[in-house]
């Protein structure tokens, strides 16, 4: 433990530049709430790092080495908002809803909607990749059972008599100077196989090394990525997925051979990076209502077919609706050069766009940034084709004397297709094709 006030260490000001300062007042908020009853309390994780770095970081995490449920309770009855528990682990979630900003006195869009509270514990794994058992202990332990030596730094808040304090137990703030990720122990990934996911992340994130052993032992237990259940894969899949250099990532592990593992068919395209900066930056022609987060799966997927995406999707657990949307996607990948074919009728593509869902759409346009036809396709259906009717119905055809059945939709998707093919104009034309199309047995 580090003998110096943390204000010595890095500034008197540091915790506002990081978290802003009014994220700054909540935590004194909640540092109070502990030393009323002089509850041993600390802020953990990813914000005392970046303090360290001087990052930009909104993640309030803390441990009690006491109850911290009944903590985050309190808090809770005083301040507002709402608790949910997870007492096999000893944590709550702490969410900002409601009066709570209001009652707290903070801006609501300046603050942390959601503030994680655990007890401090030590962990035991029955098996690789297991859940842990937990058991409750002391801050130290609590420190030595996380995954890599950045991540084990603590700002003790309460009592009062010590805050400020910075607990360095591993090592944390050399290998935050070194600029490496390291492991605490060679059980680590065996253990945790998601780490391996999170040490991409990190090291991509803050430009670090891997530390040559950790690296080691990384790819070891690569492997035992298969016996991580799709839950806990897809989770860290949409954490990558948020970091600004997301694409970097899955490269890096796709180059690691972790995506193989994840399932033999997971690849992603060489230009993944400029594929998602696309969802960020770049609008359709159309006014997308499309959820970015959906296509940025379905640009993730595009490399493999659609039989291989729906697969990778049910080893994710991934819900039937963005299931959906990732197949469909790499159907329009197989359709490519149709798609992208000038000479081929706007037909045959709305044949195959009807009944899609708008991100896999979304995404294939963006995926076709290099083939205009197959965009301009793309674009005619979204803003003309998909509305596109005839100007007869059902009571038309009845009123001829057509007996109703399967034949009225052959007939008016005839109709509807030689109005988005330019056969037919008007409804005169439309008439005239109509009799054509009965004279034919259609």
């Given at each position: 433990m580090s003998k110096k006030p943390f204000a010595q260490l890095v500034g008197r000001n540091a915790m506002r530049q990081v978290v802003g300062a009014p994220a700054a007042?909540?935590?004194?908020?909640?540092?109070?709430?502990?030393?009323?009853?002089k509850r041993s309390l600390y802020l953990v994780g990813g914000v005392p790092r970046d303090i360290i770095l001087k990052l930009p970081n909104q993640d309030l995490d803390f441990v009690l080495e006491t109850d911290a449920i009944g903590f985050a309770d309190e808090l809770a009855a005083r301040y507002g908002g709402s608790v949910l528990a997870h007492k096999p682990f000893g944590t709550a979630v702490w969410?900002?809803?409601?009066?709570?900003?209001?009652?707290?006195?903070?801006?609501?869009?300046?603050?942390?909607?959601?503030?994680?509270?655990?007890?401090?514990?030590?962990?035991?794994?029955?098996?690789?990749?297991?859940?842990?058992?937990?058991?409750?202990?002391?801050?130290?332990?609590?420190?030595?059972?996380?995954?890599?030596?950045?991540?084990?730094?603590?700002?003790?808040?309460?009592?009062?008599?010590?805050?400020?304090?910075?607990?360095?137990?591993?090592?944390?703030?050399?290998?935050?100077?070194?600029?490496?990720?390291?492991v605490l122990h060679e059980?680590?990934?065996?253990?945790?196989?998601?780490?391996?996911?999170?040490?991409?992340?990190?090291?991509?994130?803050?430009?670090?090394?891997?530390?040559?052993?950790?690296?080691?032992?990384?790819?070891?237990?690569?492997?035992?990525?298969?016996?991580?259940?799709?839950?806990?894969?897809?989770?860290?899949?949409?954490?990558?997925?948020?970091?600004?250099?997301?694409?970097?990532?899955?490269?890096?592990?796709?180059?690691?051979?972790?995506?193989?593992?994840?399932?033999?068919?997971?690849?992603?395209?060489?230009?993944?990076?400029?594929?998602?900066?696309?969802?960020?930056?770049?609008?359709?022609?159309?006014?997308?209502?499309?959820?970015?987060?959906?296509?940025?799966?379905?640009?993730?997927?595009?490399?493999?077919?659609?039989?291989?995406?729906?697969?990778?999707?049910?080893?994710?657990?991934?819900?039937?609706?963005l299931t959906r949307s990732i197949t469909a996607c790499a159907r329009l990948m197989g359709a490519a050069a149709m798609l992208g074919d000038a000479e081929s009728p706007p037909s045959q593509a709305a044949r195959l766009l009807d009944g899609l869902p708008e991100p896999a759409l979304h995404a294939a346009w963006l995926l076709f940034a290099d083939s205009p036809a197959a965009q301009d396709k793309l674009t005619s259906y979204m803003t003309t084709w998909r509305r596109q009717k005839a100007s007869i119905n059902g009571g038309h055809l009845e009123r001829m004397g057509i007996p109703p059945g399967p034949r009225y939709k052959r007939i008016l998707d005839a109709l509807r297709f030689a109005w988005i093919d330019g056969e037919v104009n008007s409804p005169e034309e439309e008439a005239l094709y109509l009799s054509d199309l009965l004279s034919a047995d259609v």
């Open positions: 007042a909540l935590v004194d908020r909640i540092a109070g709430g502990a030393q009323v009853n969410t900002l809803d409601g009066s709570a900003p209001e009652m707290l006195g903070l801006p609501a869009h300046e603050i942390p909607q959601h503030i994680d509270f655990a007890r401090a514990r030590s962990e035991a794994y029955s098996e690789p990749a297991a859940l842990p058992i937990v058991v409750p202990a002391d801050i130290k332990s609590d420190l030595r059972r996380r995954d890599f030596t950045l991540n084990t730094l603590a700002i003790q808040l309460s009592p009062a008599a010590v805050a400020g304090r910075l607990l360095d137990e591993c090592g944390g703030l050399n290998d935050l100077q070194s600029g490496l990720i390291r059980r680590s990934f065996i253990d945790d196989p998601t780490r391996i996911l999170r040490a991409i992340r990190l090291s991509v994130r803050l430009g670090f090394a891997i530390e040559t052993e950790t690296d080691g032992l990384m790819r070891a237990a690569l492997p035992l990525i298969g016996r991580l259940t799709g839950q806990r894969l897809f989770n860290e899949i949409k954490l990558s997925l948020l970091e600004p250099n997301a694409g970097e990532i899955f490269l890096r592990l796709q180059d690691l051979g972790a995506l193989g593992y994840i399932h033999p068919a997971f690849r992603v395209n060489a230009d993944i990076s400029e594929l998602l900066t696309r969802v960020r930056e770049s609008a359709t022609p159309w006014k997308a209502a499309a959820d970015k987060k959906t296509v940025e799966c379905c640009l993730l997927l595009a490399a493999v077919g659609a039989d291989e995406a729906d697969a990778i999707c049910q080893r994710l657990n991934l819900s039937r609706t």
